[in-house]
């Protein structure tokens, strides 16, 4: 989060979470905007047939469920995926500060044009029909490290989740990308991506 906007920001209280508990759940009263200090956090939504989406997933320095700035109630469910710490800066207070300073307001209206753009492209991702390209262009968003790898900071199967694929479509299509040369394990969850399209 961008370091004037977090100074701006009125008075918050945190909140510790431990793995797999809920922040909120569907139904629950809008906390207001939340930023994650510590950890990492899923917006989730379970389908009437039982399937499981994430629709967003924050680690530290991120805002989740920012959409609960305008809501009255939370439509999604907030999970910790590790053990978590949260900023929580209730709504009514946002409003209040943003009244008073205008500058809060542009600040606060920047910072959900940028969610809006990264969600964009995470709409483009899921549009791709084949599961290699999906992992390719999700890999591809992970930052360099000075090593040259890219460190993926959440299990596989999390991955999974967020591209709209069961882990079993995703282990496939990361031997596929392993096959073609196209990306190379290097540990657990580091991954070099040498450059190159994918074969048809």
């Known amino acids: 989060m961008n370091a004037n906007l977090l100074a701006q920001l009125p008075e918050g209280h945190d909140r510790r979470l431990a793995r797999g508990e809920s ?6 009263p809008a906390l207001g905007l939340v ?3 510590k950890g990492a956090l899923e917006l989730r939504r379970l389908s009437p047939e039982g399937r499981l989406s994430v629709l967003h997933r924050a ?28 900023t929580i ?3 009514a207070a946002l409003r209040r500060a943003a009244a008073g300073d ?19 492209a995470r709409a483009e991702r899921l549009a791709m029909p084949r599961a290699a390209d999906r992992l390719l262009d999700a890999l591809h968003a992970l ?4 090593d040259g790898l890219r460190h993926l900071d959440r299990p596989w199967k999390a991955l999974a989740a967020e591209l709209g694929l069961s882990h079993e479509a995703t282990y496939r299509a990361r031997a596929r990308l392993e096959r073609s ?16 399209p994918l074969p048809a």
């Open 102 to 120: 205008p500058t809060l307001s542009w600040r606060i209206a920047a910072h959900l044009a940028a969610r809006l753009v990264a969600e964009r």
């Open 59 to 86: 680690g530290p320095g991120d805002t989740f469920a920012e959409a609960s700035l305008f809501e009255p109630h939370h439509h999604c469910e907030g999970v910790a995926t590790a053990p978590s710490l949260v």
């Open 23 to 28: 922040l909120f759940r569907v139904g629950d």
């Open 181 to 196: 040369g196209l990306l190379r394990r290097e540990g657990r969850h580091a991954i070099r991506l040498p450059a190159g």
């Open 89 to 91: 800066h209730p709504a």
């Open 143 to 146: 930052p360099v490290g000075p």
């Open 35 to 37: 930023i994650v200090r």
